[in-house]
């Protein structure tokens, strides 16, 4: 039998691999609560409600599985599809799907359609406010939209990718050096231009490039709460 400081190595090593395992499992289950949160807090510098910002909240998590189709073409070979789901992608590369001979472009519900009406409808406060904002809010906007614009790449298997803090750092940085701190819009500026930047920028303006790239199927905000539309907003409405 050994005493010696290597008598407890055997003993050590499989309660700190437990407690990794342990700690690992804690951290996965607790992401979206605390993704919750965060996007809760988000919104509700946005003036709204609790109760609005956890419904909202709520459809970005539910729909995120929800592509709604709105063009098809076909192709003359099988297109690769990479699987996504509502905290990005759930499989390690992309499929081949034998029998899709098509692309489809569609839109996520909780990726997409849900964070831009909620861009659509701080519009009417922005432009009520008057020139000055109106302003910043079309320089901010413009100059997100053209940093995603340069830096979205067709991906095949996916479509566009772009690197997903590019959007929200930009549309926060615009804002700080455009709007002074006390501006009561500023939140809403950056929310705004951050949601357009990705939308327009590296999806609208580059559909055309999805002509020349094999896949199956381009959601717009189809890696849902982890889409870069959603964290684009939600980065610059807490940063802002």
Not at 65 to 79: E, K, W
Not at 210 to 238: E, R
Request: proline residues 8%; aromatic residues 6%; contains cysteine.
């Amino acid at each position: 039998m050994s005493f010696g400081p290597d008598a407890r190595i055997p003993r050590v090593l499989p309660a700190i691999g437990c407690f990794g395992l342990f700690l690992a499992l804690m951290l996965t289950c607790l992401m979206p609560l605390l993704m919750f949160n965060v996007m809760q807090t988000a919104l509700e510098r946005l003036h709204l409600s609790p109760v609005s910002a956890t419904l909202l909240v709520m459809g970005m998590f539910l729909g995120s599985v929800v592509n709604i189709p709105v063009h098809r073409f076909t192709r003359s070979d099988p297109q690769p599809e990479v699987m996504l789901g509502p905290f990005g992608y759930v499989t390690l590369g992309p499929q081949v799907r034998q029998l899709r001979m098509e692309t489809v472009i569609a839109v996520n519900l909780g990726g997409c359609i849900i964070p831009c009406l909620i861009a659509v409808w701080q519009m009417p406060h922005l432009l009520q406010a008057g020139g000055p904002v109106t302003g910043r809010l079309v320089a901010v906007t413009a100059a997100n939209i053209f940093a995603c614009y340069l830096a979205a790449r067709p991906m095949a298997g996916v479509g566009i990718m772009m690197p997903g803090l590019l959007s929200p750092l930009v549309a926060v940085g615009m804002t700080w050096l455009l709007c002074p701190p006390a501006m009561e819009q500023r939140v809403a500026i950056a929310y705004v231009a951050g949601i357009a930047g990705p939308v327009i920028g590296a999806d609208l303006l580059h559909l055309r490039d999805i002509l020349k790239v094999p896949v199956g199927m381009l959601s717009i905000g189809g890696a849902g709460t982890f889409d870069g539309i959603v964290l684009s907003g939600i980065l610059a409405a807490l940063l802002a």
